[in-house]
């Protein structure tokens, strides 16, 4: 079911190779930080530790960024109506800059030669900015006061000041630059996650959630004003975290917390009142999610109160693998068939039911490979054991392998359509 007032322009859609680069490409770093992982476990002695680093950014930047990019080029023009300038050779330049950005990143971060930094940080930062200023000229003609193209506006800015934040710490960490590290990386792990991440996720979910789940519209209120409230409090509290002000800083952590609670919430809330009589593995996946993100939340705040090195481990892997990885995937299992679907139509004239191209058994595999996953990860950060991080290390490459080949086995589906 299509939200009330949402129009989807399927003409404007890129051509399928343009998202679809991003897609294949994302599992592979997931599968090199669970390498990493096996290879040296002693990285998840602290979240400080270069392993930590890296690994967090093989995640965050080459498997969830790069998703989230590669799903923008197809968001923008059919749900926004926002048509990307070139965007054939926009991706392509993006795509190639942000995949050689990332390596140059965890390597820079993982081995602590700095060297890689710089490159890593002209990379990123020129591949961000190429798209952003794409993005923002497709968006020139939208106007703001429609939900989605207002709050992937939010995002694609909150992606912004957290690069710029990520490429200042980077650079200070080359010793390029002198600053107070403490602060500019709370106020990167900010903008990134929530400011960038978050809101991306919430401007998708108004569109995703009622089209693919079939559950009621989210409240009006809640895709009015969640994003614009939480960009609000998230500049409030990047104004306290600046200027060391920890009360309020403390305060207004909660009330961000509060704001992806409520967001979280009300997802699940929608997901129960489905007309999908048995719920399917999309709908699992953004369980697994939101319910993730919730106990992440509780990492976060606990972690702030305890000087105890487990609680920010478990609030990353929370986040990062239980919540943004699961919903990415559960989306990515309705948005690839889909594209097929929909250029086959456009090529051909007709296809395949979106279940023969992806046939629901080996989702509900990678899931369920992807919830122990998670779990050995809980476990292993808690309990702090090199071999069960290595096993766990092990089932992370297992589903991003796993992940890998599904995809690859619905273009093979894709491929032979077209031929017929
Ligand atoms: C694309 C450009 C980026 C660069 C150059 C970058 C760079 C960095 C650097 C240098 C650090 C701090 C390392 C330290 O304190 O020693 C850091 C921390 C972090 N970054 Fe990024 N980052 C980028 C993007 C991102 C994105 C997109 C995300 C999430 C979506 C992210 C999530 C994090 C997190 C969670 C930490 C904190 C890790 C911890 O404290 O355990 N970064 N980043």
Known sequence: MIPDGQTLSYDAAP?????????????????????????????????????????????????MLTVMLGALFQVLPVVAGAVIPRSGPVATVVHLAMTIGAVCLAWGLGSGSHAFLVPAT????????????????????????????????????????????????????????????????????????????????????????????????????????????????????????YGELGSAELALSAVLAGLCVLFAVITLKLQRQSRRSVPDMTTRAFQIGMGSFIAGLVCVLVAQQSE??????????????????????????KIIPFLAWLHLTQDVGKAPNMKKLQPDSPIRRHLALHAVALAALLIAAFVGNAWLIRLAGLLVVAEFALLLANIIKVLGNYRRAHAA
């Open 122 to 241: 002209v990379l990123l930062g020129g591949g961000l900015a190429l798209f952003v200023v794409a993005a923002f000229l497709g968006l020139r003609r939208i106007p703001v006061a429609q939900a989605t193209p207002r709050d992937l506006r939010i995002a694609l800015l909150g992606f912004a000041v957290a690069v710029a934040l990520g490429i200042t710490l980077a650079l200070a960490l080359g010793g390029r630059l002198d600053l107070p590290l403490l602060t500019v990386l709370k106020l990167h792990v900010g903008w990134a996650l929530l400011g960038g991440s978050g809101v991306l996720l919430a401007a998708a979910s108004w569109v995703v959630v009622p089209m693919f789940q079939i559950t009621p519209n989210y409240p009006v209120a809640l895709t009015r004003f969640w994003a614009m409230g939480t960009g609000a409090v998230l500049l409030v509290w990047s104004a306290a975290v």
């Open 308 to 333: 105890h090195q487990v609680w920010p481990l478990l609030a990353g892997i929370l986040i990062l693998h239980g919540g943004f990885v699961s919903v990415i995937v559960g989306m990515l299992y």
């Open 15 to 63: 051509a399928f190779s343009t998202p679809l680069r991003f897609f294949i490409t994302a599992p592979l770093f997931g599968a090199a930080a669970g390498a990493t992982l096996l290879a040296a476990p002693d990285l998840l002695d602290s979240r400080w530790t270069p392993g930590a680093l890296a690994v967090t950014h093989l995640v965050a930047v080459g498997f």
